[in-house]
């Protein structure tokens, strides 16, 4: 059995038995108590749509007749509400044309009645069957649609290879995780490692920007909303935290969180409740939240713009991703791992790079960290037309940036000791406002040098 079945067969199920039987709804359940499945039971369709939604199912099960009313129909108005559920109908009067019919609306599966613990062991084998398949295919697709290179795992750098091992760590439990580093030092991509390494894999890992949103926007992409609620909401809306059930979600760039916003999100991570936007029912979820910022979550707190009931519910565990300026020694490892992966994308077989371009890699600041290196690689790939990249294919300012090794008392203009040590200054600090702070200079001087000396 590989990792994917693993993950598919002793994932726990969250299940709904629609049944008017009493004893069927008990019978069903001490079934799947007993496989540690988590199991809601309820007599009528208007009860299954109202636990649909609150909550989200893996699994329905379904009795055709329930009393006067249809368990057909009721099949179609699940599956508009949770699309990803599998349903498996049962029932007392068993006929292909019943059989046919319930799979015309969406079910994956039939039961006749009476059923034996065997034969609902058997149905249960096949939904997580299909659950893998399905497992299987969105893990190919997401590589398919994968536009980034995994991040390498070797380190050299000590304080890197701390991190890599506190995110290890970490990932198997449900603690909310602050990721603190420079913008483009790969947040998103340890956030997604994350996920992958704990028990939560085989469910959805969302992302929200917290800057590329309004306000509105921001709540309605969270919490959902209900058609009406704005201007604009022409259809309900789940929002990501009911998309993400018993996965992950990773807010980005967390301080740009609004304030109306960051009181709503500290009461879901607290209690796990919440509503959407334009109705009063509470809704709860089980979502792991990993958030991020490059940003001074202190300064900001004691600037108002951040809750700091909310900075401390958040800094459970915080992990640090050093800048790729401080790990010089694992450039040239990052740098043949996005080789890899844009060879293969562009159907290309460069061997690597000349000692030249790796010197220029090691030596320069990396102000834009992974993601600046990952375009670097990407672009001299696409314009290589030989099997070696090399210096000629980097992008002009950044040899030009590279300066040889210089030393206080050296025979050089102050200029250039000045341009060299507001180049480590950028490459060491997250932002350009913490970068003037230990300057000592305000941000308006700062961009002058910046344009002056062309970093």
Request: neutral net charge; proline residues 4%; charged residues 25%.
């Given at each position: 059995?590989?990792?994917?079945?693993?993950?598919?067969?002793?994932?726990?199920m969250?299940?709904?038995i629609v049944?008017?039987?009493?004893?069927i709804?008990?019978?069903?359940k001490m079934?799947f108590?007993?496989?540690?499945?988590k199991?809601?039971?309820?007599?009528?369709?208007?009860d299954?749509?109202?636990?649909?939604?609150l909550?989200i199912f893996d699994?329905?099960?379904?009795?055709?007749?329930l009393g006067l009313e249809?368990?057909?129909d009721?099949?179609?108005s699940?599956l508009?509400k949770?699309?990803?559920?599998?349903?498996?109908v049962i029932?007392a009067?068993a006929?292909?044309?019943?059989?046919?019919?319930?799979m015309k609306?969406?079910?994956?599966?039939y039961l006749?009645?009476?059923?034996?613990?065997d034969q609902?062991k058997l149905?249960l084998e096949?939904v997580?069957a299909l659950?893998?398949l399905?497992?299987?295919?969105?893990?190919l697709?997401?590589?398919?649609?994968?536009?980034?290179p995994?991040?390498?795992?070797?380190s050299?750098?000590?304080p890197?290879?701390?991190?890599i091992?506190l995110?290890?760590?970490?990932?198997?439990s449900?603690a909310?995780?602050?990721?603190?580093?420079p913008s483009?030092?790969?947040k998103t991509m340890?956030?997604?490692l994350?996920?992958r390494w704990?028990?939560?894999t085989?469910?959805?890992?969302?992302?929200i920007?917290?800057p590329s949103?309004?306000?509105?926007?921001l709540?309605?992409e969270?919490?959902?909303?209900v058609?009406g609620a704005?201007?604009?909401?022409?259809?309900?809306?789940?929002g990501?935290v009911?998309?993400?059930e018993?996965?992950?979600?990773?807010?980005?760039?967390?301080g740009?969180?609004?304030l109306s916003i960051?009181?709503?999100l500290l009461?879901?991570?607290?209690e796990?409740?919440?509503?959407?936007?334009?109705?009063?029912r509470?809704?709860?979820a089980?979502?792991r939240?990993i958030?991020a910022t490059n940003?001074n979550l202190k300064?900001a707190?004691a600037?108002?713009?951040?809750r700091?009931?909310?900075?401390?519910?958040l800094?459970?565990i915080?992990i640090?991703l050093?800048?790729?300026?401080?790990?010089?020694?694992?450039?040239?490892?990052?740098?043949?791992?996005?080789?890899?992966?844009?060879?293969?994308?562009?159907?290309?077989a460069?061997?690597?790079f000349?000692p030249?371009v790796?010197?220029?890699?090691?030596?320069?600041?990396?102000p834009g960290?992974?993601?600046?290196?990952r375009?670097?690689?990407?672009r001299?790939?696409i314009l290589c037309?030989?099997?070696?990249i090399?210096e000629?294919?980097?992008p002009d300012?950044?040899?030009s940036?590279?300066?040889?090794?210089i030393?206080?008392?050296?025979?050089i203009k102050?200029e250039?000791?000045?341009e060299l040590?507001?180049?480590r200054?950028l490459?060491?600090?997250?932002s350009v406002?913490?970068?003037?702070?230990v300057l000592?200079?305000?941000?308006?001087?700062?961009?002058?040098k910046?344009?002056?000396f062309?970093i």
């Amino acid at each position: 059995m590989d990792q994917v079945e693993k993950m598919a067969t002793f994932s726990p199920m969250n299940v709904l038995i629609v049944d008017d039987e009493m004893n069927i709804r008990k019978t069903m359940k001490m079934f799947f108590d007993l496989l540690h499945h988590k199991v809601t039971t309820v007599s009528n369709p208007k009860d299954a749509l109202l636990e649909a939604g609150l909550q989200i199912f893996d699994l329905a099960f379904v009795d055709i007749r329930l009393g006067l009313e249809s368990g057909l129909d009721l099949v179609s108005s699940l599956l508009a509400k949770l699309p990803r559920m599998k349903i498996v109908v049962i029932t007392a009067f068993a006929s292909v044309d019943t059989a046919v019919e319930a799979m015309k609306r969406g079910a994956v599966d039939y039961l006749p009645k009476p059923f034996m613990p065997d034969q609902l062991k058997l149905v249960l084998e096949r939904v997580e069957a299909l659950r893998t398949l399905e497992l299987r295919i969105n893990l190919l697709q997401d590589d398919l649609d994968r536009n980034d290179p995994d991040v390498s795992l070797s380190s050299t750098h000590p304080p890197m290879q701390r991190m890599i091992e506190l995110a290890r760590q970490v990932s198997a439990s449900d603690a909310v995780l602050l990721l603190l580093g420079p913008s483009g030092s790969g947040k998103t991509m340890l956030a997604r490692l994350i996920h992958r390494w704990s028990h939560r894999t085989d469910k959805p890992f969302g992302v929200i920007s917290c800057p590329s949103l309004s306000q509105e926007l921001l709540e309605s992409e969270l919490f959902g909303h209900v058609k009406g609620a704005f201007t604009g909401a022409l259809r309900d809306n789940p929002g990501r935290v009911a998309g993400c059930e018993g996965g992950t979600l990773f807010l980005d760039e967390i301080g740009d969180l609004p304030l109306s916003i960051q009181s709503k999100l500290l009461r879901f991570i607290q209690e796990r409740e919440y509503e959407h936007v334009g109705d009063q029912r509470t809704r709860k979820a089980n979502v792991r939240i990993i958030a991020a910022t490059n940003a001074n979550l202190k300064s900001a707190v004691a600037a108002g713009s951040f809750r700091e009931d909310l900075y401390y519910r958040l800094n459970v565990i915080q992990i640090t991703l050093p800048s790729l300026a401080e790990r010089s020694g694992d450039i040239e490892a990052v740098a043949g791992n996005m080789l890899a992966f844009f060879n293969a994308q562009n159907h290309k077989a460069i061997q690597g790079f000349s000692p030249e371009v790796l010197k220029i890699f090691r030596d320069y600041g990396w102000p834009g960290n992974i993601r600046e290196l990952r375009n670097v690689v990407e672009r001299a790939v696409i314009l290589c037309t030989t099997t070696m990249i090399g210096e000629e294919l980097l992008p002009d300012s950044m040899a030009s940036a590279v300066q040889p090794q210089i030393r206080i008392g050296d025979r050089i203009k102050l200029e250039a000791i000045e341009e060299l040590h507001i180049r480590r200054v950028l490459a060491s600090t997250s932002s350009v406002h913490e970068a003037a702070e230990v300057l000592e200079i305000d941000k308006a001087t700062l961009w002058r040098k910046r344009k002056q000396f062309g970093i």
